[in-house]
């Protein structure tokens, strides 16, 4: 059974950092390329990162680059984001997805004062 479980979101100001987890289960995680994606509240689907099944190769959506770092554990089958300089436009539900069509159940982030 296939199990992707998003952790570590919460309330935190602006200016501030959080970090994701996505602990995954079911599958064998290192053959398989790994996405962030949110949604803002009332809004539609918004691709924020990808990174390949080595870690080695990352890509960023220009609203969060430079920002937001995307990693990985194979080891430990788990996917991260590292989210600094947070701003209220990154409130949203965060979900990891993987690449063959599974996707977690959301960490809600809400930036705010």
């Known amino acids: 059974q296939v199990q992707l479980v998003e952790s570590g979101g919460g309330l935190v100001q602006p200016g501030g950092s959080l970090r994701l987890s996505c602990a995954a289960s079911?599958?064998?995680?290192?053959?398989?390329?790994m996405s962030w994606v949110r949604q803002p509240p009332g809004k539609g689907l918004e691709w924020v990162s990808d990174i390949n099944t080595g870690g080695g190769s990352t890509y960023y959506a220009d609203s969060v680059k430079g920002r937001f770092t995307i990693s990985r554990d194979n080891a430990k089958n788990t996917l991260y984001l590292q989210m600094n300089s947070l701003k209220p436009e990154d409130t949203a539900l965060y979900y990891c997805?993987?690449?063959?069509?599974?996707w977690g159940q959301g960490t809600q982030v809400t930036v705010s004062s």
């Open positions: 997805a993987a690449s063959h069509g599974s």
């Open positions: 079911g599958f064998t995680f290192s053959n398989y390329a």
